[in-house]
């Protein structure tokens, strides 16, 4: 097992760096970071303009920005911590990684949240529709998550936040909070695990909306997934040694049946992104989506770079995790 996550670990380095490389290369050939001050009237003088570019080190080669930027990032000037994640300033000469680690503590709350109430339905519902194929509550979910999968994420957020606002309106109340991360005049939580019922109820429009439409998928392939282990020989021959069909699935069913599910899971973790910046400005959570879109009409380089590395980070950690899960679920995997 050691060696198996050794070598994971060392491929998800080699990964995040490659994608470093293409990351910054396409963010400093798509973007003017001086475009704004070019934009203004009157204009500045070419002076102005070439202090401005030294000072954001565009009068330097390509390849010497981006070996400057990843020296910096992983801490290779020998201070101490190692691992800084630095990823430079921004137009403003504000600091991407600070501004980065507020708005990611904000998309991050939504996306566990979306997860956990995604893999729960995903579990639960996808196990049921297998084991009673063809049945009512089959019949019926296969319909629904076809549905949902249908849905675009800013219609049915939208759609959403419009039933809880109608809600609001009947009951002559607020049940449902319908935008914001929290109530006017409240305290910010003083880290993720510190969140207050204010935060917690803030959560429940975006979760509910983004794991709906994440779980549809996902009770799809775990629904196909319990199909194909209830026909595997290995339960025909427990069934016919006498052992009760629920104690089946069970012991022996439902461990390899997970093991689709969350190939699945990380591979959608970057869908789960994209789906969390839409979700984000429909109901007015200030995270990562509003900071990409800032960086983008910006053209801000290293802001746009940093937003990408989290990202990638962020798909190559969960990747890693499921491959570690792998062998968790089925021993053959690492000792291969």
Excluded: C
Aim: hydrophobic letters at 50%; charged letters at 15%.
């Amino acid at each position: 097992m050691l060696i198996y996550t050794v070598r994971r670990l060392v491929s998800s380095v080699l990964v995040l760096l490659v994608a470093s490389f293409i990351v910054f290369m396409f963010a400093a050939a798509s973007y003017d970071p001086l475009k704004p001050l070019r934009s203004r009237n009157p204009p500045p003088t070419p002076q102005s303009l070439k202090l401005a570019a030294h000072q954001a080190h565009l009068d330097q080669p390509v390849l010497t920005r981006y070996w400057n930027w990843l020296r910096h990032m992983i801490g290779w000037d020998g201070s101490f911590p190692f691992l800084k994640l630095n990823f430079g300033n921004d137009v403003h000469n504000a600091s991407v990684s600070h501004n980065l680690g507020i708005r990611l503590e904000v998309t991050t709350r939504m996306i566990v949240g979306a997860i956990i109430l995604a893999v729960i339905l995903a579990v639960v519902l996808g196990v049921i529709s297998g084991v009673r194929k063809d049945k009512a509550f089959d019949a019926i979910a296969t319909i629904v998550t076809f549905v949902l999968l249908a849905l675009p994420t800013f219609w049915f957020a939208a759609v959403l936040k419009q039933f809880a606002i109608n809600i609001n309106q009947h009951a002559g109340s607020l049940v449902f909070f319908t935008a914001g991360t929290q109530s006017f005049g409240a305290p910010p939580p003083t880290s993720f695990f510190a969140i207050n019922s204010d935060q917690l109820q803030h959560m429940i429009l975006p979760t509910v909306s983004l794991g709906l439409l994440t779980a549809s998928g996902w009770i799809r392939y775990q629904r196909a997934s319990v199909i194909d282990v209830l026909d595997s020989d290995y339960m025909r021959l427990a069934r016919a040694k006498g052992v009760r069909n629920r104690t089946v699935i069970r012991r022996h069913g439902l461990r390899n049946a997970l093991i689709p599910l969350v190939t699945v899971m990380a591979i959608d973790i970057g869908a789960l992104f994209g789906g969390a910046i839409i979700t984000e400005q429909v109901y007015d959570w200030h995270g990562m989506g509003e900071y990409l879109n800032t960086a983008i009409f910006n053209e801000d380089t290293y802001a746009v770079a940093g937003w990408v590395m989290v990202s990638a980070v962020f798909v190559v950690v969960f990747n890693l995790l499921a491959d570690l899960f792998y062998a968790v679920l089925d021993p053959r995997i690492r000792l291969s």
